[in-house]
């Protein structure tokens, strides 16, 4: 069902707030807005590979710290 969290979504999460955790800092951004910013890309593009997740949440990082 696609309101189910994939079983790995917490693991996914970490990963991406680790690779983002410091161009968010860079930009002022705490780590709570980040999660929530990556939380959101998982959850609409799940079928997508980190990579492109990766590209998206950086998009709204930056759009967040403007």
């Known amino acids: 069902m696609k309101d189910e969290l994939d079983p790995d979504h917490e693991i996914v999460v970490e ?21 929530h910013i990556v939380n959101r890309v998982i959850i609409d593009m799940p079928l997508t590979p980190d990579e492109e997740r990766m590209a998206e949440a950086r998009d709204w990082v930056l759009i967040a710290s403007a």
């Not at 990963?15 to 705490?30: H, S």
Request: proline share 0%; net charge positive.
């Open 15 to 35: 990963r991406l707030v680790l690779g983002l955790r410091g161009f968010a800092r860079g930009l002022g951004l705490d780590e709570k807005v980040v999660r």
